[in-house]
C-alpha cells in the first residue's frame, strides 16, 4: 500500500502528507483584499484628503459667501484670482525660495549627520557611548520654547538676526534623527559586514559610504521626508528670528490674516500655496519613499 492510499490517521503514523503539508502549500498563495478592505481605505482616504479639499474649496469662493451658512461643498470661480492676490500680498516669490533653502537644508544636514552619529552609537565602541545616548535622547525631553531666549540672544550677538541662517543652524541636527538611525543600524547592518570591510583595507570614510549608507538608505529617505517637512512647516523660531523682508513660507503667510477683516478666502489660498511644494515632494517621491520603507521592514 502505497503513502496516497493510506487513510488520514494511517498517514499521520506513517509519516505521510497530512495537513500540516496542506497548509504549507496554501502558504504560498498570494492574499488579496476583500470589498470591505477597499471601502474601509477608502473611507480613510476620503477623510484625510477633506482638510485639503476644503482648503481648495475656500480658496475659490469670496469672503461673504464662506460667512454664509450652509458653507459651500463645490468650488467657485475665484480660486486663481484668490491664488494671485495671496501670492502677491505676502511675497510668496522670495518665501518660496527661502524655505526651500531652508528646509533642503536642514534635510541634508539632519540626515547626513544623524546616519553618522546612528551609525557610531550603533556599531562602534568608545567610552561613554551609553551615557552620550541617553544625554542625546534626553534633550528630546526639553520643551523647545525653553531654549527661544537664549537662543535669539545667542544669534542675535553673532549678527545673525534675520539671516537664514539664523533657522538653519539650530535644527542643523536632531536628536530625534540620531536615535532613529541608531535604533534602524542596529538591526540592519550587520557587524560582519564592516570587519570584513576593515579586513579588505577600507578606511572609515570608505566604509561610510560603501557600507553604512546604503544599508541606511530606506531609513535615511523616510527621516528626510519627515524632516523636510517639520523644517518646512516650522512657525515658532522663523517667526521669531526673521520678519517680513526675508520670511520663510509660514512667516510670509502670517501676514495674511492682518486687518480689520481678514479675507479667508485669500487665507485658504495662501496655505493652498503653501502646501502645494510638500505635495509635488510626496507625488514625485513618495514611491521611493514607500519603497524603501518596505525593503527596510524586509531587511529588518
Known amino acids: 500500500m502505497t503513502t496516497d492510499e493510506l487513510t488520514l490517521p494511517q498517514a499521520r503514523l506513517k509519516g505521510g ?13 498570494q492574499m488579496h483584499a476583500g470589498p470591505v478592505t477597499y471601502v474601509v481605505l477608502t473611507v480613510f482616504a476620503l477623510i484625510s484628503l ?43 516669490g522670495t518665501a518660496m ?28 565602541r568608545f567610552r561613554f557611548s551609553s551615557t552620550l545616548l541617553l544625554l542625546t535622547i534626553g534633550t528630546m525631553m526639553i520643551p523647545p520654547q525653553l531654549a527661544v531666549v537664549p537662543l535669539y540672544l545667542w544669534m542675535a550677538d553673532l549678527g ?50 560603501h557600507v553604512v549608507f546604503p544599508a541606511a538608505r530606506p531609513a535615511m529617505a523616510v527621516l528626510g521626508l519627515l524632516t523636510f517637512v517639520f523644517a518646512w512647516n ?23 490674516g492682518t486687518g480689520y477683516v481678514p479675507d479667508q478666502a485669500v487665507i485658504m489660498a495662501g496655505a493652498l500655496l503653501g502646501t502645494l511644494p510638500l505635495l509635488i515632494a510626496f507625488i514625485l517621491f513618495g514611491k521611493q519613499i514607500v ?5 527596510g521592514a524586509i531587511k529588518g
Open 50 to 92: 477633506a482638510p485639503l479639499v476644503w482648503t481648495a474649496i475656500a480658496a475659490s469662493r469670496n469672503n461673504e459667501r464662506l460667512a454664509q451658512s450652509p458653507p459651500p461643498l463645490w468650488f467657485g470661480a475665484n480660486l486663481f484670482k484668490n491664488l494671485q492676490a495671496a501670492w502677491d500680498q505676502a511675497g510668496l
Open 291 to 295: 519603497g524603501g520603507i518596505m525593503q
Open 17 to 29: 502528507p497530512g495537513p500540516r503539508r496542506r497548509r504549507v502549500i496554501g502558504a504560498g498563495k
Open 97 to 124: 525660495v527661502n524655505s526651500t533653502i531652508v528646509a533642503g537644508t536642514i534635510t541634508i544636514g539632519t540626515v547626513l549627520f544623524s546616519t553618522l552619529a546612528g551609525f557610531a552609537f550603533a556599531k562602534l
Open 234 to 256: 516650522d512657525f515658532l523660531w522663523p517667526i521669531i528670528a526673521l520678519n517680513q523682508q526675508n520670511p520663510t513660507v509660514q512667516v510670509a503667510l502670517n501676514s495674511l
Open 160 to 209: 545673525w538676526s534675520n539671516q537664514l541662517q539664523t533657522v538653519i543652524l539650530p535644527t542643523l541636527v536632531s536628536a530625534f534623527g540620531t536615535f532613529f538611525m541608531r535604533q534602524y543600524l542596529v538591526q540592519a547592518l550587520p557587524t560582519e559586514l564592516i570587519e570584513a570591510a576593515r579586513v579588505d583595507g577600507a578606511s572609515s570614510l570608505r566604509v561610510v559610504w
